[in-house]
């Protein structure tokens, strides 16, 4: 009896020692970091119509396509508006996740589909009226692009805090990406002469921009979501007054990205751009030549480059399945690791069928 007792300390020593040891199992609930590949964009509003959803999820599995690019800032932004409208917006706010996203998120991967959030970050008409503070001026009222649409000052903390809280949010719902475009100053016509409510002096456009960057890569890190950025095509050229207007400068942006998305639509350069009179017409060229000097300019950096496509009819004689085609064989010469098609109704009949497999 003795020698069995002076056993069953070790015993009990070796009984929690195997309860306090990681196991095995718990790598399911860590969620895999994975990045837009191949795919298309959908708005929210056909993201919750389920019969038209649906139908573009069988099309894209049909198709070889892996990623579905769905707006989701003005479904998720409810709550941390209505802190910003009444100034209660801070450093100590939470980010929760969202229903509806978390749904579409679990909606999506039981297919193995990739979920890429996208956030529209410094155009937002909502938050700028609510507090026109928050905005851009111009000749003391809010800046407006030549659609009208109002922007934010990024040199703002409470606006960065904002889209950040919101990158947040997107994450925790189980997105695998978070893709912020329109994460630029405006640079229309009139934007020369805009003023910054919250301008710092010794900090440049592209420090605040990449000043951002850092502070979202943080804050999406524990959740092993990726980060990813729209950019204008005409940016992958790199001209300095470019950099400057727009604060987009790739090399240094490049540093806290998982990928980078040139808009490479051909019919949105502008006639004679490169010595094509119209570019439009010119679906190979441009994306091949778009991605090809992104790889130049971010050479050092581990940032994927996965390029929007063009996949509707604008300026653009020749549009059909071929000109998907020969945008999806430039991506893939230059060794993109994707591409993702736009197109803003989301008819997708032409880029389907050209993708067929």
Known sequence: MKRALAFL????LAFFALSFTPQPLQKEFVKEKRTAGRGIYVTATVAQMPKRFTELKTQCLACGLNTMVIDA?????GPFLELAREHKLTAETRAQANPWLAKLAAELHKDNLILSARIVTFKDDRLALARPDLG?????????DRRGGKWLDPYSDEVRLYDELIAESAAMSGVDEVQFDYIRFPAEGPALNATYPHLKPGLSKVDIICQFLKEVKGRLAPYNTSVAVDIFGVTAWQSRVDIDNLG???KRMGEYLDVLSPMLYPSH???GYDGYANPGSEP????????????VILSQEATALVPWIQGFDMNSPNFGKNYIREQVRACEEEGA???LIWNAGNNYSVSFAALKK
Do not use: E, N, W
Not at 9 to 12: G, H, Q, V
Not at 73 to 77: F, H, L
């Open 9 to 12: 300390p070790l015993f009990i």
């Open 73 to 77: 800032k003005d479904m998720i932004s």
């Open 136 to 144: 851009v001026h111009l000749h003391g009222d809010l800046y407006r």
């Open 248 to 250: 987009q400068d790739l």
């Open 269 to 271: 350069f502008h006639a």
């Open 284 to 295: 190979y060229y441009f994306v091949h030549t778009g991605v090809k000097q992104a790889k």
């Open 337 to 339: 690791k994707g591409f």
